[in-house]
């Protein structure tokens, strides 16, 4: 089954570091651009940054390029989104979603992480 | 950045009945970057309308996207009670990509 897996719901304090994964099957996981979005409880979508499984070539939002790190480890097919110090506003879920090379759009998504940050 | 404004925020009609649901740019997008998805309560969005006007594999023929330039529309022909869900429209060719803000189509 073509699928993309992501770790499990998270509860952090602020300060704390974070790295959460997806692991894509069923597909070459290197054929496709990662891409993560964001949504903050109750709100909308927001896209935060992609990452190429082949050579880890990444491409941020300008927004969120300085909190926060994607990497890729191809030899377990895994992608991954990290906070060296998480915020009460990162409290949101996060998604991956694999992006198409040749038309980019965002056709399977991952089922989300819930990520809460509170004292 | 490209904005992305939908319009209505909220949408109430009843099944059987037609859908528009209209994706305003603050710029020109390229119909060849421009989508639609469905979300609906505890799931992830779900991709049903690429490249303006083209259908992902499995999504029925009542959906259909149209539109270019600045203005772009989803249109739900006859509505069925699974197709009561948030919608949101994206631009993906042009960095920081990015989403409209979601119309709730709900049952009237």
Known sequence: EVQLVQSGAEVKKPGESLRISCKGSGYSFTSYWITWVRQMPGKGLEWMGKIDPADSQIYYSPSLQHHLTLSVDKSISTAYLQWSSLKASDTAMYYCARQDFDHWYFDLWGRGTLVTVSS | ?108
Do not use: H, M, N
């Open chain 2, 1 to 108: 950045e490209i904005v992305l404004t939908q319009s209505p925020g909220t949408l109430s009609l009843s099944p059987g009945e037609r859908a528009t649901l209209s994706c305003r740019a603050s710029q020109s997008v390229s119909t060849a970057y421009f989508a639609w998805y469905q979300q609906k309560p505890g799931q992830a969005p779900r991709l049903l309308i690429y490249g303006a006007s083209s259908r992902t594999a499995g999504i029925p023929d009542r959906f259909s996207g149209s539109g270019s330039g600045t203005d772009f529309t989803l249109t739900i022909s006859r509505l069925e009670p699974e197709d009561f869900a948030v919608y949101y429209c994206q631009q993906y060719g042009s960095s920081p990509y990015t989403f409209g803000q979601g119309t709730k189509l709900e049952i009237k």
